[in-house]
């Protein structure tokens, strides 16, 4: 494992301020890793206003990745290949296999179905 992807899930947590999450995020940051959010999660998390806070905060220590047109074409195939429809989900794995990162999800299904459409082995941390 090189670093981690956050999807949509793990945003939520940080914005609920669930302890697990923090406590994996702080970890993450103990260990100089700079977690990865694409900028779809971001999208798909995101409602702006004071009541979240929280989330601001935590994103402060992260790196938004965009999604660049050779991405998503690669994001696009693999949708195909795991013949999985939703975009975030598989943005998070294309990008996770491609820097060999773990993924922190509320949905280990969706992520393991997409990386085993391509037989690739990434870690899941489920919060």
Known sequence: MNGVTYD???LI???RND???WALH??????EVSPIIPTPV????????SRQASLARF???CTVEPLIEDQAKAVGALASRADHDDI????????AIRRHDAVVTSNPTHIRKIADAVRSRI?????
Request: hydrophobic share 55%.
């Open 59 to 61: 994103l402060a220590l």
């Open 26 to 31: 702080a970890g993450f940051l103990a260990l």
């Open 123 to 127: 870690t899941i941390e489920t919060v």
């Open 19 to 21: 302890r697990r999450m």
């Open 13 to 15: 947590a940080a914005d």
């Open 42 to 49: 971001l999208a798909e998390a995101w409602r702006g206003g």
């Open 8 to 10: 949509t899930g793990a």
């Open 88 to 95: 975030v989900d598989v943005t998070v794995v294309e990008g």
